[in-house]
């Protein structure tokens, strides 16, 4: 049974920084964080393969950086330069034999 864990969500103004963990159990491919804000479909923030190839939505391009740890089973985004539109609730997902979500956790960027 896969489970995922985040942490690192917070308040943090304009321009700041925040960074999410995302704990991990079993076997894993790919991983990625998806968001959603209030009112909005929920949207791909960044993914990266399990040997580290990574993609990004072109508004969190330059700004975030997604990263694993294999051996800590544990996944990353560190977010720079966070504006207003970042806030949303986090999730992290993996796709193992089937599509794992974690329980999210709420970035709020307000000044």
């Known amino acids: 049974q896969v489970q995922l864990v985040e942490s690192g969500g917070g308040l943090v103004q304009p321009g700041g920084s925040l960074r999410l963990s995302c704990a991990a159990s079993?076997?894993?491919?790919?991983m990625g964080w998806f968001r959603q804000a209030p009112g909005k479909e929920r949207e791909l923030v960044a993914v990266?393969?399990?040997?580290?190839?990574?993609n990004y939505a072109d508004s969190v391009k330059g700004r975030f950086t997604i990263s694993r740890d294999n051996a800590k089973k544990t996944l990353y985004l560190q977010m720079n330069s966070l504006k207003l539109e970042d806030t949303a609730v986090y999730y992290c997902?993996?796709?193992?034999?089937?599509?794992?979500w974690g329980q999210g956790t709420q970035v709020t960027v307000s000044s």
């Open positions: 079993g076997t894993l491919n790919a």
């Open positions: 990266i393969s399990s040997v580290g190839h990574t």
């Open positions: 997902t993996a796709w193992g034999r089937s599509q794992y």
